[in-house]
């Protein structure tokens, strides 16, 4: 029902605390766009400004065209569900859906019609409109018997769906969502996440959430925001972020358990290329060889970044076999996450399918034990040691720019997340 | 439905998922790792220096001192609890009505509560009536000033807001009768000390309300701002966020500050004798009852300032025993800050 667009937005805290800077994205209609990143990274920040709660320091806000940087939350036609659900405790489940609508005036075009003046009368729902919209989006959520209750007489995820169907009476132009899910547990999270997924294909508007699970944001997003210390790291689709991370910090953050980064030299041959990491020397071939060669990167020394799940074990006359020892083997039941040092101390997490092994050879994972990884090349990431930029993604302005000052953003950004609190003291 | 069923893509994969088995190899446990691993853990968890045992067992310990809590307790029981009984018992003796050297009465009765009513010159029911009305009015405007004030500087951030609180404590630590003379030269230009002294009092009560902010503060502030944030997106003005959000949350506090700014004149001696100026019905009550122990009247009205004293404390007990749930959670409410 409405684009969202932010130019150039920036947000200052107190005098000079830069909590976000150069945050420029065009949200589509309909689509669901995460905002994600650690804490403090100002993805709630810019969430806020585009809900109108905080001031917009420097930049524009547009939402369907229309700048609405001075605009008060209720003239922005926006919803949000907060983190801590923020239900009015001493209301009905019923009463909390209905009190935006009860405070809603709608406008009405009337002609004098002698004069021929047109003049807006302002007038309230009738509590009849008020009833049939509060049932009907407690219909689609489910808690069409909890209409009575008040919030302290639910469950968690009850809450939420109330907190959410408050949202959706409203029929607003922008769902915002901050960290919904966070304040529930790990199984009913899961399944609020399926809901918001059904949920999203029933009302059908423009989504913002923001979250800082990457699993979240995997999962629900059309497009993902990964903000870092301020700055918008990257902007893609799920398999974008995931196979092509626009550097280091994107890399890491996405997938769990991390990605592995190793420091490694990068060298070319003529129109081949090689990695070097902990003394073996594996080929890069196929696309990843073609690419880099296509860039016409030169030989360097870079960090090798590699997915856990992209490790396989294998055995020692493997000439590429990475020979590790085994710390610590996590049985996850579908699959082993097997903490191992390489012979140089450096830590690596590989994720085994437990289907692969025997069970034997399960047994015998213990503590201690030598085991050989091999990874290749199709499956490997190139990052520059300095710039932690990926050698093959194409870089954007932004991100270069983000990159750039990032030394010199940490500490305030950090000064950032406690500013934050001021508010709140 | 059946439109996507026909439609609808089948992939199929081809997959062995036993191919890797075979290849895999794993060497036996490096012993040195192993033994590393077990001196550190050890280190850590089994090598830790253990508590001293005590010398002497918990519950001796415990029962010891119990025994002195309580006997300390006790004694505060009584020195507290003392004058209390003696004005209750004193304001039923009927032998006599001065100050006598024990607190029994001989002869029971309540002739002191009837002379309180019907003797010309105690004026009670007039120093009653003062006392109610500023309890009364006070305890309304009071508790708009106060709760306006807190509110605004719970949740509003403006230029000044942190020195204003700090003054305001500051201020708030200087007693209230540093300004007596002040203030009697500018209310009897007013007119209004004297018999009019109520007026003045209440004037005095309401104009000070707003530096009782702080207890209210704390308390709005464990609202939570994202209720205000949800009602301001939900379109909500800042007077609507008040009185139909946060004020609904906060009963206790409501009714703590009114109880507060009812009992304040029931107390006020110093300021209310002052105001009054020896002008019987400018009184209120605590100067009126001491009026009755003046040096003069003291040997025939003892007993019934006593009389006084209990008809007093009754209303304000009855009102907080009905008033003390909410009371409690006023007053712990602030404490617990989130």
Request: proline residues 4%.
């Amino acid at each position: 029902m409405a684009t969202v667009k932010l130019t150039n937005v920036k947000k200052v805290y107190g005098k000079n605390v830069v909590a976000v800077q150069n945050f420029n994205l065009e949200i589509a209609d309909k689509e669901f766009i995460v905002f994600v990143g650690p804490s403090g990274c100002g993805k709630s920040t810019t969430l806020r400004m585009i809900a109108g709660l905080e001031d917009i320091t420097d930049g524009t806000v547009e939402i369907n065209g229309k700048v609405v940087n001075d605009l008060q939350p209720k003239d922005r036609n926006i919803a949000m569900v907060f983190q801590n659900y923020a239900l009015y405790p001493h209301l009905t489940v019923f009463e909390n859906m209905a009190f935006a609508l009860r405070l809603l005036r709608v406008p009405q075009e009337m002609t004098n019609e002698s004069t021929g003046k047109t003049t807006y009368v302002y007038s309230k729902l009738s509590q009849d409109e008020i009833y049939k919209r509060v049932t009907e989006a407690a219909e689609i959520l489910g808690i069409s018997d909890l209409l009575l209750r008040r919030p302290r007489e639910l469950s968690g995820g009850q809450r939420q769906r109330v907190a959410i169907g408050r949202a959706m009476v409203r029929d607003s132009q922008v769902f915002l969502m901050d960290e919904p899910l966070s304040n529930l547990d790990a199984k009913l999270r899961n399944q609020m996440r399926a809901e918001i997924i059904l949920l999203r294909k029933k009302i059908d508007t423009t989504f913002i959430y923001v979250t800082h699970d990457q699993t979240e944001a995997m999962t629900l997003g059309d497009r993902i925001v990964i903000m870092k210390d301020g700055f918008i790291q990257q902007v893609g689709t799920p398999t974008e972020v995931f196979d092509m991370p626009a550097n280091l910090f994107v890399a890491e953050f996405i997938g769990a358990p991390k990605m592995n980064t190793v420091p490694a030299t990068l060298v070319r041959n003529g129109d081949g290329y090689s990695v070097e990491v902990f003394g073996v020397t594996l080929p890069v071939e196929g696309d990843k060889g073609d690419q880099l060669l296509q860039k016409g990167v030169e030989s360097q020394s870079i960090t090798l970044g590699v997915r856990p799940e992209h490790m396989t074990l294998t055995n020692r006359n493997n000439p590429y076999a990475i020979p590790c020892t085994l710390q610590v083997n996590e049985m996850m039941g579908s699959e082993l996450h097997l903490h191992v040092l390489a012979a140089d101390g450096t830590p690596l997490i590989v994720r085994v399918p437990t289907v692969q092994l025997t069970a034997q050879q399960v047994s015998s994972l213990v503590a201690g034990v030598r085991i050989y990884v091999t990874f290749q090349s199709k499956v490997m990431h190139f990052f520059g040691s300095e710039s932690q930029l990926n050698l093959l993604a194409e870089q954007s302005k932004e991100a270069n720019a983000a990159s750039e000052p990032q030394q010199e953003q940490t500490d305030e950004a950090a000064k950032g997340t406690a500013s934050q609190q001021w508010y709140h003291n | 439905m059946t439109e996507q069923e026909t439609s609808q893509q089948i992939l199929d994969f081809d997959v062995d998922f036993n191919a890797a088995a075979a290849n895999v190899e794993i060497d036996p446990p490096d012993p040195n790792f192993t033994q590393t691993e077990q001196t550190e853990f050890r280190k850590r968890f089994v090598d830790v220096p253990r508590p001293v045992s005590r010398l002497v067992g918990q519950r001796v310990t415990n029962r010891i001192a119990n025994t002195v809590i309580y006997i300390v307790l006790s004694i505060m029981c009584i020195v507290w609890l003392l004058p209390f009984f003696g004005i209750v018992f004193e304001s039923f003796r009927c032998e006599s009505t001065g100050l006598e050297g024990y607190i029994f009465p001989k002869k029971w009765g309540f002739d002191n509560y009837v002379r309180l009513f019907t003797d010309p010159t105690s004026n009670f029911l007039r120093w009653f009536g003062n006392t109610l009305a500023m309890g009364l009015i006070t305890s309304v405007v009071q508790t708009a000033f106060q709760l306006a004030v807190s509110y605004a500087l719970s949740r509003n951030r403006f230029k000044g807001r942190k020195f204003l609180m700090n003054m305001m404590l500051v201020f708030g630590m200087f007693p209230g009768f540093l300004t007596l003379i002040l203030l009697y030269t500018l209310l009897s230009d007013w007119n209004l000390t004297m018999t009019n002294a109520p007026w003045g009092l209440i004037l005095i009560y309401i104009a000070s309300s707003g530096m009782g902010y702080y207890i209210a503060k704390g308390f709005f502030d464990t609202i939570s701002h994202s209720l205000d944030e949800a009602a301001r997106v939900d379109g909500a003005t800042q007077m609507q966020i008040f009185f139909k959000i946060i004020l609904p949350l906060s009963k206790p506090i409501v009714i703590y500050t009114i109880l507060m700014g009812f009992m304040a004149p029931w107390g006020d001696f110093v300021m209310a004798t002052f105001m009054a100026n020896n002008t019987n019905n400018g009184y209120n009550v605590a100067a009126g009852l001491q009026w009755l122990l003046t040096d003069s009247m003291i040997n025939d009205y003892y007993t019934t300032f006593c009389a006084g004293g209990v008809l007093v404390a009754i209303p304000i007990t009855i009102l907080f025993m009905l008033l003390q749930k909410y009371y409690v959670a006023g007053v712990t409410g602030g404490a617990v800050k989130g």
